[in-house]
């Protein structure tokens, strides 16, 4: 479904030929390209302008080797234009480290587990590896499973709007995000599972939908449902549920502010923008677990 906002929206439209509308971007300058002027580069597709300009930069051994080897650039289909391959590794990076969990003698969940107070001695040594280690790590097949159906699904849509190295960043900053906000709401606790870093997903494909002019009710709605859904079973058990709802909210938030950024530095020339933004906005999750140590000493 598209809002009115959606079809006025030029961004939506091959900047080559306004009267298509595309949902696929070329990966070097983010603009809007239609199956015609797709062109397969080595990862995802490229428009015409990028492809001349990346000839030019080309060196003499470039292009020894291009004519060597016969390539020669040809147009896709937007349904093929590429796979969310970074979703896939994720999702068997994640299934691999639980299969470890389930041999007797591993160590893995003592090891990734995460300890969310870092700076505090009373609660353990500074262990950083563990903001992102502990996404890989689950308690149960069924937290596995409905994590990777998660992943999966999301990631199929919001991969290929922004490429699988920025689909990447987005999944561990919004992890990292999870894992701080733990650190400062949930002191002592220990938590396990991905799902902060899907809920940051689901934030940044509300705010990238919301800013092409997408209808984005019904992930906001999806958000609201699971974000509300350990305070509901709690009151209906009679008591808290074994949820991490600090996870879910430092993930979102993370995720909104990731992409917000990506949002507002599409243009190429934002390149360095961009990543400058992801870095400080790191810095300053990482910054936060001064925090809890303030609160201790």
Known sequence: MTSADFSRNSENFCYRHPDRQSFV????????ICPECQIQAPVGVICP??????????????RRAERRWGSRPTAVAAPTMHKPLATYWLIGITVVAYLTQLIPTSPAQQLFALNSVYLVPAFGHFEPWRLLTVLFVHSGFLHIALNMLALWMIGRILEPLVGHTRFVVMYLISGIGGSVAVALLAPATWVVGASGAIFGLFGALLIIGRHIGANVTSIAVIIGINFAFPFVAGLLAGGSVNISWQAHLGG???????????ARTRAVRQRRLQ?????????????????PAALYF
Do not use: H, M, N
């Open 49 to 62: 302008e990028c492809l001349r300009d990346q000839q030019k930069s080309a060196t003499p051994a470039q």
């Open 25 to 32: 971007l070329c990966q070097r300058c983010l603009r809007t």
């Open 275 to 291: 990543i400058g933004l992801l870095v400080g906005l790191t810095v300053v999750l990482l910054a936060l677990l001064i925090i």
């Open 252 to 262: 979102l938030i993370a995720g909104c502010a990731v992409g917000f950024i990506y």
